[in-house]
């Protein structure tokens, strides 16, 4: 039996766009036809007994799964539950992901004499761009020492220091040679004097404009948000599991899974089969 009030709590839980053309008769008719169909099947199969199929069995617990955890973990805890405080502290955390300086990627020959640099530099401007040609310069003039790296300086600030802290910093006249070139594979003009009395010269092969974002932009707030959500979700899920392995106490006995047999696959001696997929979730 289905009542006046089930049928009416089934048609509001649609999305408001399909719950507006329930607001017919007809349409409300036929989907009480479909929800009879639905229940009719359903007596039928429990009474072939196919509600104890093992497929059946297992759908019905990633349902129920799915469920908990929208209950439990998506429900529970909404966007609005984040505060404006939460995402300040976040953004002051995490400022240098927002809030960037200019960076710049060059890559060098570093030579004894002002003179082995200034005709690496003219070596550096007739290869007019080829990064092959440019490596083959680096290696030509600078011998054993960079040849690792073929030159390459990776990213850095103006002030030369790197933009991971796995780069060594770059020497600061370098630096400021290659931020005073106007456009990509253009070459420093002089060699840089070096703090070992060495001299280098450069060409830039990369640019990281510098960006500055503040809360005052939605779409840094949204991010912000959205990232303390999933942290606060994810961390709801493992307390949920830890209260539930805590009450429940599953057991694994792992010596007997070596009794199970596998049937061959076509492609070997076990089927290949898709690793388990979390239950689906539904933001919002």
């Known amino acids: 039996m289905i009542t006046v009030g089930e049928l009416e709590d089934l048609l509001n839980t649609a999305p408001a766009p399909i719950r507006q ?85 060059a890559t060098a ?6 003179e082995a640099a200034t005709q690496a530099a003219a070596e550096l401007r007739s ?26 300086l990776g990213y850095f600030e103006r002030s030369g220091a790197a933009s991971t802290p796995d780069r060594p910093a770059v020497d600061p006249a370098l630096a400021a040679a290659v931020y005073g070139l106007q456009r990509l594979m253009d070459v420093t ?12 010269v450069a ?25 303390l959500l999933r942290e606060r979700r994810e961390r709801r899920e493992q307390e949920l599991l830890r209260e539930l392995r805590a009450r429940l106490r599953p057991e694994v006995h792992e010596e007997r899974l070596q009794l199970i047999r596998m049937t061959p696959g076509e492609l070997g001696t076990v089927p290949v089969l898709a690793p388990p997929q979390p239950p689906e979730r539904h933001e919002r």
């Open 127 to 152: 290869a007019q761009g080829d990064m092959r040609r440019v490596r083959e310069v680096v290696r030509r003039a600078a011998g054993d020492a960079a040849v690792a790296l073929e030159g390459d």
């Open 109 to 114: 020959v570093i030579t004894a004499t002002r």
């Open 21 to 105: 053309g329930y607001q017919r008769a007809d349409a409300r008719r036929t989907y009480l036809e479909g929800l009879i169909q639905t229940l009719l099947l359903a007596q039928e199969a429990r009474r072939r007994g196919l509600d104890r199929d093992p497929q059946v069995v297992a759908a019905i617990r990633r349902r129920l799964s799915q469920r908990t955890e929208q209950v439990e973990i998506i429900d529970a805890i909404t966007p609005s539950s984040i505060t404006d405080e939460e995402v300040a502290r976040f953004f002051e955390a995490h400022r240098r992901d927002y809030q960037r300086p200019e960076y710049r990627r």
């Open 203 to 227: 060409v830039m092969t990369g640019q990281r404009p510098s960006t500055s974002h503040g809360l005052s932009d939605p779409n840094v707030v949204a991010s912000i948000r959205g990232a």
């Open 189 to 200: 003009t002089t060699p840089a004097t070096l703090a070992d009395g060495r001299f280098a």
